[in-house]
């Protein structure tokens, strides 16, 4: 009988002091599993010695499989080459500081093998997140659902397990700004939620600045919905009734109380009220056309330095985002 075959997909950004720690917890949970494996380790342009580690493991073990990227192209594009990359009948993606824990392997492989196409784990809670990030995480979540088009599970990570069919699928998005959360949520096939209890961080801070958070939060916003340019609408629809009644009432001053006197402040309010206006939904118009301005360009989506040793024996050339499509 042909083993199946798993492939597990860990984007890296200086997890030096987690990397062998996550290779070795893999390592265990994967012996008491019947099948063939491959860790695709993708190195999102770490400046620490993440890639000698690599280099190190992969000499060690085949089925270590680092990609080094060129530079630092973030955590969904790392994730994105990984998919590009990955052979598995199976492909699991996974962080690689042990909050996403390798003990669930087994557990979202069952599920494959009952039949799910896609099993999407849930965080519960996260062991370390500080109060601010608890609520200001949940409160996203439920003003994007508010907007988006398809609904996003709040909670919803990266830590996911994908049938090939469903791989296969995932790859012919190629947008640059990128929330796989919510491509894989509208893809269908038959998903799963798996909810489970993220561990802190084995080793290090979190790799995700602020401005990361902030950019993947606007990203889920505008990539999941359209609803920010309906804002100019609702404005001018209530302006438009503003406006009626403030015609009525000049009416009414002309020609019932005969009271003409130019009304400063009015003209004022009404000039500050509309070009402040315009200006919003000009931003908003502005903010997708720069979007659409990106995603014309048709850039690679990531460009990699030194690519899957397994691909270099099978003589495969996958440059950036040129991948196979079925
Ligand atoms: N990561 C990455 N590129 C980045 C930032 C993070 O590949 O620009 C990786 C990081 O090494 C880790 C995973 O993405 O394996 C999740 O990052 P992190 O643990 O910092 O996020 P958090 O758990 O704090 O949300
Ligand atoms: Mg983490």
């Known amino acids: ?6 492939s597990i997909v860990v984007p890296v950004y200086n997890e030096s002091d987690n990397i062998r720690h996550f290779y070795e917890a893999v390592c265990t949970e994967m012996k008491k599993l019947p099948y063939v494996w491959e860790l695709i380790f993708v190195d999102d342009g770490s400046k620490d010695n993440s890639r000698e580690i690599l280099l190190d493991l992969e000499e060690k073990d085949s089925r270590v499989q680092p990609i080094f990227l060129a530079k630092n192209s973030g955590h969904q594009l790392a994730l994105t080459c990984g998919l590009d990359h990955a052979d598995g009948d199976a492909v699991i993606t996974m962080d690689g500081d042990m909050q996403h824990p390798p003990e669930l392997l087994h557990e979202l492989l069952a599920f494959w093998e009952e039949g799910y196409e896609v099993v999407q784990t849930i965080r519960e809670a996260t062991e370390d997140a500080t109060w601010l990030k608890k609520t200001t995480s949940a ?9 988006s088009e398809v609904p996003v599970q709040p909670g919803g990570s990266d830590f ?21 959360r919510g491509i894989v949520g509208s ?15 084995f080793a290090g801070a979190s790799k995700f600045s602020p401005k990361k958070m902030l950019r993947l939060a606007i990203d889920g ?5 359209t609803f920010p340019l309906r804002i100019g609408l609702y404005m001018g629809f209530v302006t438009m009734i503003a406006s009626l009644l403030i015609f009525i009432h000049v009416l009414f001053e002309t020609f019932v109380r005969a009271d003409t006197v130019a009304g400063w402040p009015t003209i004022m309010a009404c000039i500050l009220f509309f070009g402040g206006m315009q200006l919003m939904v000009l931003g908003i118009i502005g903010e997708y056309l720069g ?8 850039r690679p989506l990531y460009l990699i330095a030194r690519g899957k040793p397994s691909d270099a024996l099978k003589g495969i050339r996958r440059e950036g985002s040129l991948v196979d499509e079925t």
């Open 139 to 147: 409160s996203y979540y439920k003003f994007l659902n508010i907007i």
């Open 1 to 6: 009988m042909n083993q199946k075959f798993i």
């Open 187 to 201: 893809m269908g096939f038959r998903q799963k939620q798996y909810r489970f209890t993220a561990p802190p961080r």
């Open 221 to 225: 916003v505008f990539v999941c919905s």
């Open 160 to 180: 996911r397990l994908m049938d090939r069919k469903a791989v296969m699928a995932f790859r012919r998005y190629r947008e640059h700004a990128r929330f796989i």
């Open 291 to 298: 979007r659409t301005y990106e995603e014309a360009k048709r």
